[in-house]
């Protein structure tokens, strides 16, 4: 078994440590543009200096760019920011024009002049990769993006990004920000392509990140809420009134409630929080992980952080996996 131990990790073309816990900023009311003073500072506190944005988190950016620009802090935290999301219609924009537009609009948000590390937020197949390639290389080179990558593009993609940039003596993708978490996701949840390398079906597209060691950045590290704590197994025959419609469609099967009953069990017997057996999980892989979640509570990002320090064994590993119905010689019904 694997545990990162140390918060903190360093990221290719990233001047700064990376923490390996990332405050998600896809929710209210930072998404609503509110003043997210309290929580950016609270992260910080904690050892977080990392932070998930995208041009399409609504006024996420806006958020906190105003607290950048209030606090002074900029070179204290690590920006990760995305663009070329679908339009509205579900139209791709995976092209410079688009891409450029995105990165000019992100940085007046956030009033700064570079992003730590940008990402496409989707991909498109039918798009030659040499133009994602060659656009990021002109950002980096002009100085506005340091690391960059992409969210939701399949392994097999990368590398094919990855090979056309060492063929033309191009600064390769560094980072990849597919769903990783203890849940199996049985439905795309958002659409548009969403990538996902969690459960058995997606073991190959693990094994290459192990061997190739790129960063992954796993959003949806608690399943959108399924593993925060708030829904319990018990409430199966009613999560929707615990989990959003998001949740719902990707995770909400009798694996997954067996998963979060297993949790249970094991938070219970290590004296933590069900969210921090899922989030230990995570981490306990051997890939270079680092995990996304949106925490509004100082108490929560504390729990977060913590949960890389807890020792979970092989066999209770294997147990929250579903590979074994027995745990330490007992059998769990």
């Known amino acids: 078994m694997k545990n990162k131990e140390n918060l903190y990790a360093s990221i290719p073309y990233v001047d700064k440590k990376v923490s390996r816990i990332f405050a998600g900023t896809a929710f209210s009311p930072i998404q609503d543009g509110a003043d997210g003073t309290d929580f950016f500072e609270a992260a910080l506190t904690n050892g977080i200096n990392a932070f998930d944005t995208a041009r399409v988190y609504m006024e996420a950016e806006h958020s906190f760019g105003n607290w950048l620009e209030k606090s002074g802090r900029r070179e204290e935290v690590v920006i990760l920011s995305k663009c070329g999301h679908p339009d509205a219609m579900w139209n791709k924009r995976v092209n410079e024009k688009e891409m450029r537009k995105d990165l000019k609009k992100s940085l007046e948000e956030l009033k700064t002049d570079y992003i730590d590390i940008y990402m496409l937020h989707r991909d498109d197949p039918d798009t030659d990769v040499a133009v994602a390639v060659e656009t990021f290389n002109a950002m980096h080179e002009e100085g506005n993006i340091g690391a960059f990558g992409a969210s939701n593009w399949t392994h097999t993609r990368i590398e094919e990004a990855n090979e056309y940039a060492y063929k033309h003596n191009l600064i390769p993708f560094s980072v990849s920000s597919p769903n990783f978490c203890l849940a199996r996701q049985i439905e795309d949840p958002w659409g548009g392509g969403c990538v996902n390398i969690s459960g058995p079906e997606n073991q190959e597209a693990r094994a290459w990140y192990e061997k190739n060691q790129m960063p992954v950045i796993a959003y949806a590290s608690l399943g959108r809420g399924f593993f925060s704590g708030r829904m319990k197994s018990e409430y199966a025959d009613h999560a929707s009134d615990y989990l959003d ?25 290590h004296g933590v929080t069900v969210a921090q057996i899922a989030m230990n999980w995570i981490f306990s892989h051997p890939l270079n992980i680092f995990a996304i979640a949106s925490m509004s509570k100082a108490d929560r990002m504390k729990a977060n952080r913590e949960a890389l320090l807890l020792q979970l064994s092989d066999e209770e590993i294997a147990y929250l996996d579903l590979e074994t119905p027995e745990f330490c010689g007992k059998r769990f019904v």
């Open 245 to 269: 419609s998001f949740a719902m469609k990707g995770y909400a099967c009798p694996d997954n409630f067996e998963r979060l009953r297993r949790c249970e069990i094991l938070a219970e017997k």
